[in-house]
């Protein structure tokens, strides 16, 4: 503790010569917070912490002003209004670990099934590969309804572990739904597509037989 | 991995300047960034200009201070998350000024047993450096011992980001019953310069798109480093 939060202790009005923290003091003294904007350390996600009543979190947080800068993330589960940690809060939950995970874009859709394009990514491989059919009836009923040629999902083989611990292989794709071209995009894209054109016809012009003999 | 997680999660932080109330499931229909079907059996917990917070299904928390946002999964493929968390800002709230981002990868996952568990642990934090008090450590009571509770490593040199960091956290797993799990989580954190957040959103979203499925890569590997250690103590 060193000697500028000392200063900040004020007396404890109790039994004991114990002393109590002015809360300004808690940025001085914790070893684990850092008042300055690069900290992320903190409370980290995924471990069940004493939980705290929503009003006094919220007020707390609003009168004292504290700025959070902690881009970890420390699950807050506002439906437990105990101090205590429940028995739920530390059961394990159903998780999905990966196997395996392709990229794929779907090239032809029949009547029960459809084929796509797939690239390895589980192997960070940037080509395509291997095509495969799917069962149309794997799909949820929304895209099922909404899959078309070009359409880009994520293909996921792995094992699913339910609460009791159970675990049974599962597989699920899941289609990508991309930001929306914005006009700015829509134009540089352009701008390019007229540059390169431009640039072919330059190249074009200055080797007329190597644009014969191709 | 090489240990096949038991419970596994991915969550986005972003820090800025938000409007918390604004994020109920509908807000994010009328946005065209989820579809109604999606938010089907969405459960809303508070929308409060404090905090809003809500689940969709199994495969997506999301949580709202009013610096702070943080979307997350339990679902691969993770790709979906980032997918939704840029469509949110790229699109709907593009003007919404951010300073940082985190991108945070959490395992819970078994060693086995509690000694593999304990010698992992001390292999960490070796208690003989703490002098006379290593001998108390060690004491046992109620079926608790001590010795290493939480330790962090941070690399700072990196050369893909304005300012930032990469942290892990390793702990005894609280979730993992039998003293046979270890929890290590990976904050992967962006920072960019104040002034470029006058631009709204779109630098660290830029960022995001680049970096998350690096980032993922990057943790799950620093994470095979410590998983590594079960067959070596």
Request: some cysteine; proline content about 3%; aromatic content about 8%.
């Amino acid at each position: 503790m060193n000697q500028q939060a000392a200063e900040n202790l004020t007396q404890y009005k109790g039994t004991s010569d114990s002393f109590i923290l002015e809360n300004s003091a808690k940025d001085f003294i914790s070893q684990s917070e850092n008042v300055t904007s690069e900290n992320t350390t903190g409370d980290f996600a995924s471990q069940p912490k004493l939980f705290e009543k929503i009003p006094a979190d919220i007020f707390i947080s609003a009168k004292f002003k504290e700025k959070d800068v902690n881009t970890t993330y420390s699950r807050f589960n506002i439906n437990e209004k105990s101090t205590k940690v429940t028995a739920t809060s530390k059961a394990a939950r159903r998780s999905f670990s990966v196997l395996q995970e392709w990229e794929g874009y779907v090239v032809a859709i029949f009547k029960d099934t459809f084929t796509a394009r797939l690239t390895d990514v589980t192997r960070h491989s940037s080509i395509e590969e291997e095509e495969a059919d799917f069962p149309l009836d794997d799909l949820d009923d929304a895209d099922r309804l909404r899959i078309c040629e070009g359409a880009i999902f994520r293909w996921v083989l792995g094992y699913r572990r339910s609460p009791g611990g159970t675990k049974e292989r599962s597989s699920r794709i899941v289609f990508r739904k991309f930001p929306l071209w914005t006009k700015k995009e829509l134009n540089k894209n352009r701008l390019n597509a007229i540059e390169w054109e431009n640039q072919l016809n330059l190249d074009d012009n200055s080797n007329p037989t190597e644009v014969r003999s191709a | 991995m090489l240990i096949e997680p038991e419970n596994n999660s991915v969550s986005i932080v972003l820090i800025g300047s938000l409007n918390t109330t604004i994020f109920h499931p509908s807000w994010f229909v009328a946005n065209n960034i989820l579809s109604k079907d999606d938010i089907e059996d969405a459960k809303v917990d508070i929308v409060h200009n404090a905090l809003t917070a809500f689940k969709i299904g199994d495969w997506l928390t999301v949580r709202v201070e009013p610096n702070r946002f943080i979307a997350e999964t339990t679902e691969p493929p993770f790709i979906r998350l980032n997918d939704f968390v840029v469509r949110t800002f790229s699109e709907a709230l593009v003007h919404t000024p951010l300073l940082q981002m985190g991108i945070n990868r959490h395992v819970h996952f078994s060693v086995g047993d509690e000694e593999t568990r304990n010698k992992i642990g001390k292999k960490l934090a070796p208690q003989e450096v703490w002098g006379e008090w290593a001998k108390s450590i060690v004491g046992e009571k109620d079926g608790k011992h001590g010795g290493m509770v939480s330790l962090t490593m941070q690399q700072a040199a990196l050369d893909d980001r304005f300012a930032g960091a990469i942290q892990a956290k390793i702990e005894p797993s609280a979730l993992i019953k039998n003293k046979t799990g270890i929890f290590i989580g990976v904050n992967d954190h962006y920072e960019i310069p104040k002034k470029d957040s006058s631009g709204g959103s779109t630098e660290i979203i830029d960022i995001l798109v680049k970096q998350f499925e690096t980032s993922i890569r990057r943790s799950e590997w620093i994470i095979d480093q410590i998983m590594n250690l079960k067959g070596k103590v």
